[in-house]
């Protein structure tokens, strides 16, 4: 009865609206870091994809994931809800919910068809999650087909062991396609969302592209060896050998993927990988955008291009993305489309758990009872400039954060009770720790900052404040 109820109260919108409702075409990246788009000031890469997309739309310089782990970022975009909201929240407790309609499942209940494509890294399957049809879907439960394997630089794999292509069922397995991340992954990816945007059905749709580039294992795509070399690789301007102290992941799996202490060559030659696979992903998200021209749908569908997080890279002597940091938490997010102002750029505070009610806002679909995040459409329609008054973050019990819409940050660290404080108006790369200066002013804005996380972590359930 509900799946009925929204199908015909979106027919209802969708006749009284002005045009036909926009297609959403949703591409994420997985582990990018949001300064790797050539045409937002990072001369060393090649994105002209990306680019276009920069001049055809909006470019939000403050969008956030707050939680930089891959699944727990998904769960909060599949939602609309916080971690600590729908049961995801990395280190205790990952089953969602049992009150929640999923992104898919609104926009599916509200006329459209909903597609996934590529890595499916939350629990059940795209179809118990909402969406209508799936092509190129890559998960795990290949196990039985792994062999041992190793990234570009002989290191034994330990991302996406036994990941295969699949059916929605799980059932059947391809894996002529590959096992594990393969160095065309991205085109196949790409040739999975393209045979969905052929289908050019009468209804408007929504297609959800999951890449896992430039996640690692990392290889040079086919046809990039040589593009980018090391000695032309410059350093992250925060790059340090060692972090200065353990943030909570020193053990993690990625800060395992770069030796201690970083030295100025690995890091370089890590950067060649990452800069040449995230080229080719722009080249396959070319095409897909291709298609969409061809199709004759390109000037009603809304693009969105954004990552799960960001990554470290050697900024901060780290190489993983679980850390509070700019180059982690903030993540490249541009929207093009039907509405959205061309070659616009925001510093409008957003959540990527938000980009589901504000795409529902977009489709003049209803946003269900379930989703607790706000929606950010009247940035896009440039009836606002700002969104969010604060910003906060969080991974597993060892690290929040705030950030201010006036472009102060507090991070904490309680499992060795450490505070950093950084004023990035003028400190952008974090490198100044004021949390100790002496200063009465930053004493006092340290404090206020102490006071607003610590409602913002008892208002949210903070599941460690219960331990006290």
């Known amino acids: 009865m509900k799946h009925i109820l929204y199908f015909f109260t979106a027919l209802l919108l969708h006749s009284t609206a002005a045009g036909a409702p926009p297609n959403i075409l949703f591409l994420l990246a997985d582990d990018m870091r949001p300064d790797c788009i050539a045409a937002l000031g990072n001369d060393k890469i090649e994105t002209p994809n990306l680019d276009r997309l920069v001049e055809r739309g909006m470019t939000f310089t403050r969008a956030t994931c707050s939680y930089p782990i891959c699944v727990v970022s998904r769960s909060e975009m599949l939602t609309g809800r916080h971690g600590w909201e729908n049961g995801v929240m990395g280190f205790r407790g990952n089953k969602f919910q049992p009150d929640i309609t999923y992104w898919a499942e609104a926009l599916r209940d509200g006329g459209y068809e909903t597609w996934h494509v590529g890595k499916w890294h939350v629990s059940g399957r795209p179809s118990t999650r909402g969406y209508s049809d799936v092509a190129g879907l890559f998960g795990s439960g290949g196990g039985s087909f792994w062999k ?41 990816f790409a040739d999975a969302a393209i045979s969905l945007i052929e289908k050019n059905p009468e209804a408007p749709w929504f297609c959800h592209v999951n890449f896992t580039a ?104 780290l190489r993983g993305k679980q850390n509070m940091y700019e180059h982690t938490i903030n993540v490249p997010f541009v929207a093009a489309g039907p509405g959205i102002k ?16 504000t795409t529902c806002e977009l489709a003049g679909v209803k946003t269900p009872a379930s989703v607790t995040a706000t929606s950010f459409a009247p940035v896009l329609r440039s009836e606002a400039k700002s969104h969010q008054e604060n910003i906060y973050g969080y991974f597993t019990d060892s690290q929040r954060m705030i950030r201010t819409g006036d472009g102060w940050k507090l991070a904490y660290y309680p499992q060795i009770d450490r505070w950093q404080l950084f004023d990035l108006n003028t400190d952008p790369l974090e490198q100044n720790d004021l949390s100790s200066s002496g200063d009465p002013a930053h004493l006092k804005r340290k404090n206020a900052l102490k006071v607003q996380l610590e409602a913002w972590r008892k208002d949210t359930g903070d599941p460690l404040l219960s331990d006290r």
């Open 148 to 188: 041992d394997q190793t990234d570009w630089k002989g290191f034994p794999i330990t991302g996406y062991r036994g990941w295969i292509f699949q059916t929605d069922d799980g059932k059947t397995k391809f894996p002529k396609m590959g096992v594990g991340v393969t160095r065309d992954i991205s085109e196949k």
């Open 342 to 357: 061309k070659g616009a750029r925001t510093d409008a505070q957003i959540y990527l758990r938000e980009l589901y009610p």
């Open 214 to 317: 430039p996640h690692d294992p990392l290889f040079i795509p086919p046809g990039l060896e040589g593009k980018y070399e090391n000695e032309n690789m410059p350093l992250p301007g925060n790059y340090l050998s060692v972090h200065p102290f353990d943030h909570g992941n020193f053990d993690g799996r990625d800060e395992a993927l770069l030796p201690w202490p970083r030295t100025r060559e690995a890091v370089q030659d890590l950067l060649r990988v990452y800069y040449s696979v995230v080229d080719d992903m722009d080249a396959q998200i070319g095409r897909i955008l291709d298609a969409v021209e061809k199709s004759g749908e390109l000037d009603n569908t809304i693009v969105i291009f954004t990552s799960d997080h960001g990554m470290g890279c050697g900024s901060h002597g």
